[in-house]
């Protein structure tokens, strides 16, 4: 599907098909051809090309998630906080390597949830555990901030424009979908109360990832071995972390 966008110096035509991969057909036209998303598009559009502002993740990277990880395969979804404000990130939840340069980066992010999942899963050491997360994704699990874009040193920058899209994404997986997984994380989990509850599970991380990271604590939570305790609930198999 190809939308052209018009801001105030140019049309662009957006292929979401190419940036939503099979979760295009999640999504209504008309969502995609409003005012709102004609807006937003614009506005990454001038961000990327013509603002003076360095932006994150690369703009390749923006809607990763939605093609690391197929619709047709999702169980899980885990939606954090801000996207890395760093050149480290790749616009996964948490990301890693760049989809450009392919070169291998690890955010603070990163880190800190493999310590959480080290620590609170595998006693300490997991030897298995993949920093690219592409075993995640392969499992079925989608890794996503709730906001897809920002400035560079400045993670929540362009949260409140993202916070539309983000809340229809919920409301259309949730209203679409039966026995999914949905786990939110610090400030993501304002978007818990868009799920379903009689059709879907939800899990909570009130605890920020961001905030542990900026006053270099650890993050630690449980979640995950509760996620699995849900995953197991309805499929009868666990998630490899």
């Not at 995950?224 to 490899?240: P, Q, R």
Request: charged residues 20%; negative net charge; hydrophobic residues 40%.
């Amino acid at each position: 599907m190809i939308v052209k966008v018009k801001n105030k110096l140019k049309e662009v035509a957006i292929n979401y098909g190419y940036l939503l991969g099979d979760w295009l057909k999640l999504f209504d036209k008309d969502f995609l051809n409003s005012f709102y998303m004609n807006n937003l598009m614009s506005f990454l559009y001038i961000s990327y090309n013509e603002n003076k502002y360095e932006m994150c993740p690369n703009q390749l990277d923006v809607f990763k998630s939605f093609t690391t990880c197929r619709y047709a395969n999702v169980k899980v979804i885990l939606m954090t906080e801000f996207p890395s404000a760093t050149n480290k990130g790749n616009g996964v939840g948490l990301g890693n390597n760049d989809t450009v340069s392919r070169e291998f980066m690890v955010t603070p992010q990163l880190t800190q949830l493999k310590k959480c999942v080290e620590d609170t899963c595998y006693l300490g050491l997991n030897m298995n555990f993949n920093n690219s997360l592409e075993h995640w994704n392969k499992q079925g699990v989608m890794c996503i901030n709730s906001a897809l874009s920002c400035f560079k040193n400045e993670p929540a920058a362009h949260a409140t424009y993202w916070e539309k899209f983000m809340r229809q994404f919920i409301i259309n997986l949730s209203d679409n979908n039966e026995g999914l997984i949905f786990a939110f994380v610090g400030e993501a989990c304002k978007y818990a109360k868009y799920v379903n509850t009689d059709f879907h599970k939800v899990v909570e991380e009130e605890e920020s990832i961001e905030v542990a990271c900026e006053y270099n604590s650890i993050w630690m939570s449980d979640m995950f071995n509760t996620i699995n305790d849900e995953y197991y609930a309805l499929t009868g198999n666990m998630i490899d972390w």
